[in-house]
């Protein structure tokens, strides 16, 4: 007897055919994959000084100045409190300048140092201490603003709990260190709790704020079977829950590694930057000397020279920018593994997207059973099991779905062999199991002119299937296209981004028809993970910067090849987060916009920063040369152009909102 489920789906449907396919300155930083070659703009220290030192040396250097006005100009109590709040805030300056001396660094602590030096030899104290004081505070500055940038993603790791209720064998409950759980260990998850490791629920269903790793502000209901992920927070239901993953293992164990490598990271311009930092003491040196010399040795001007020549804001300029970014970014669930990667994506002029689990929602039903005379859809069905149920493919997991509903159990079979883009075939109890491509099958000379023929089936995904070299029939599989595919291409659009192209193993049909309702043109269908990677090199040799889309696990050629390897919906996925140099752990294809957006802005934010920063040192050095600026009129300077800077970075971390607000409406 046909069951109930195997029945509805013999009956045709209509509708495409598809076969089986498959920083800020004061941090010493690492660089990965590039050897440290001479000093740079941010391989320094900066004087760590309490906020309240500064606050103390502020209200002393003010004191010096009432004492004028209740004493007399340069009155004892003026000057010793003068004193007093230049040694106080120049000896920090002092000491990490010999700390640099002694390790072979030169460069902006040295040129503050100098100017202090020459402040205190001209008994200029009120001078010394004054731009101690400014120079202290753009340090703090640029501190506590890239502590702020990345107070939300460090708040994330603090989501995750130091402790879990885990369910010991007899049922009864434990409370124990979160650290002590070990895959396969039950856990149970009340209401209002976050996870603390990454898991599958065994019991339970609830709604779920994953907001903290996939960046989608609505929560999402979870059942039986689902994957969950440390960090994220259960709203509704208890749940009981199969640990898979603790510790640095989880999916935001790994989010934290991204985030943290993409701070250690260095752009390109910024490498370019580090290359002429040998010559910048130098040069200001010389410059200063020459000022000093005809200005008849006056200290002010030597003073005010070293001071508007510290290179604060050119310090700050990229890293702020940067940071700012990689903060926008994992607000929204997109991971940069390289800072790099921002300045690549900005020249990105051709999209490559993979159609299943991309544009699609690679979540495949079986519409349709089509077996061959005299073969039961149950046997057809059966075969294909047995061929597919080891298989992660959607495809697979489709059929698997579809014969546990029907009641059929799956039977390990003794080898499997997975073809990548063709097809899998197993050995065991059912006898010798293929599901595949019609072509695949016809390679192994298996005939497949006896199957029924597919046109009927047009616009649906087909998997031939055989057993024992004859072919049972092919089962017809649906997708459905991703509601903001169409959105997310027409702003790439708008982007100036119009060699769009999809590259995907399905054949034309199913091709032409998604690429139809999502609005793409080129089209290369039937295409092997080989023949991928070979259209994104071809595209890369026309001169064109390539961002390569995919779901991270069949894409990982093509992903490699690209100049940008977007993966997406990575979300408890090693492979994905592994293979691409940029991870959306959720799938909304609008991210891929958003991040070639936020890429160039931050490209132009960075020139922009540099030219404030080039330009207030150029403007500084002159006027301090002709005698219009002295040492404090200097410093003022130094803080507010490191200021303007860090604010003007600090535009890009609300970069991405009306994502967040279409989310909530």
């Not at 075969?383 to 597919?388: F, G, H, I």
Request: proline share 4%; hydrophobic share 45%.
């Amino acid at each position: 007897m046909i069951p109930a489920k195997l029945s509805s789906l013999l009956r045709p449907k209509g509708a495409h055919t598809h076969n089986h396919d498959g920083t800020c300155c004061g941090h010493d930083h690492h660089h990965h994959g590039e050897a440290h070659k001479g000093p740079s703009l941010d391989d320094h220290e900066h004087a760590h000084v309490p906020f309240w030192v500064v606050c103390f040396g502020g209200l002393l250097i003010l004191n010096s100045y009432i004492a004028d006005h209740v004493f007399g100009v340069d009155s004892l109590q003026s000057v010793v409190s003068a004193l007093a709040a230049a040694l106080l805030l120049s000896l920090p300056i002092f000491w990490t300048t010999v700390k640099d001396l002694y390790a072979g660094r030169l460069f902006m602590n040295e040129l503050v140092a100098l100017a202090l030096l020459a402040a205190f030899v001209g008994e200029d104290y009120r001078t010394a201490a004054a731009v101690a004081f400014f120079m202290l505070l753009a340090i703090m500055i640029e501190h506590r603003t890239a502590a702020g940038a990345l107070a939300a993603i460090e708040g994330l790791i603090r989501m995750t709990p130091r402790r879990a209720l885990k369910i010991e064998a007899d049922g009864s409950q434990v409370d124990v260190e979160a650290s002590s759980l070990r895959p396969g260990d039950l856990i149970l998850v009340r209401p209002g709790d976050a996870l603390p490791v990454d898991g599958v629920i065994t019991q339970g269903s609830s709604s779920l704020n994953q907001s903290s790793i996939t960046g989608e502000s609505l929560p999402v209901d979870k059942s039986d079977n689902d994957d969950v992920f440390a960090g994220t927070q259960n709203l509704t239901g208890a749940l009981t829950v199969k640990v898979t993953r603790t510790g640095s293992d989880t999916t935001l164990g790994q989010v934290r590694s991204l985030i943290e490598q993409a701070e250690a990271s260095r752009p390109p311009v910024m490498r370019m930057i580090d290359r002429y930092a040998a010559y910048y003491v130098p040069v200001v040196l010389l410059l200063a000397g020459v000022a000093y010399y005809f200005s008849d040795f006056n200290l002010k001007v030597l003073v005010a020279m070293l001071v508007v020549a510290c290179p604060c804001a050119l310090v700050v300029a990229t890293p702020s920018a940067v940071v700012a970014a990689v903060a926008s970014c994992a607000r929204l669930g997109v991971l940069v593994r390289d800072v790099a990667q921002l300045e690549v994506a900005a020249k990105v002029r051709a999209i490559v997207l993979d159609k299943t689990g991309t544009l699609t929602q690679g979540i495949l039903e079986v519409s349709r059973l089509q077996p061959a005379e005299g073969v039961p859809p149950a046997d057809l069905l059966r075969a294909a099991l047995s061929a597919e149920g080891s298989s992660t493919h959607p495809v697979a997991r489709a059929i698997v779905r579809l014969a546990e509903e029907a009641g059929l159990k799956y039977q390990s079979p003794s080898s499997v062999t997975e073809e990548p883009g063709r097809g899998v075939q197993a050995k065991g109890p059912e006898g010798h199991c293929l599901a595949g491509r019609r072509s695949w099958l016809d390679s192994l000379k298996i005939d497949t002119s006896t199957c029924p023929d597919a046109d009927s089936a047009s616009g649906k995904s087909l998997v031939y299937v055989a057993k024992d070299g004859r072919c049972l029939g092919w089962i017809a599989l649906a997708d459905k296209v991703r509601p903001e595919a169409r959105e997310a291409v027409r702003l790439l659009r708008e982007l100036g981004i119009n060699d769009i192209a999809m590259v995907t193993g399905d054949n034309a049909s199913v091709a032409h028809s998604i690429a139809a309702e999502v609005g793409i043109t080129e089209i290369h269908s039937e295409c092997l993970p080989a023949q991928k990677a070979a259209k994104v090199a071809e595209l890369k040799a026309a001169g064109m910067g390539v961002a390569v889309v995919g779901d991270g696990v069949n894409d990982a050629p093509a992903l490699a090849s690209g100049d940008v390897g977007i993966a997406m919906g990575a979300a408890g996925s090693d492979i994905a987060v592994n293979s691409a140099s940029v991870t959306l752990m959720n799938s909304d294809l609008r991210r891929v916009p958003y991040f070639i957006t936020l890429s160039r802005r931050t490209r132009a934010v960075m020139t922009q920063n540099l030219a404030i920063g080039i330009l207030s040192i150029a403007i500084g050095m002159t006027f301090s040369a002709l005698g219009y600026l002295n040492g404090v009129s200097a410093a003022i300077l130094h803080t507010v152009s490191t200021l303007v800077i860090i604010m003007n970075s600090a535009r890009l971390v609300r970069e991405g909102e009306e994502l967040e607000i279409a989310a909530k409406s």
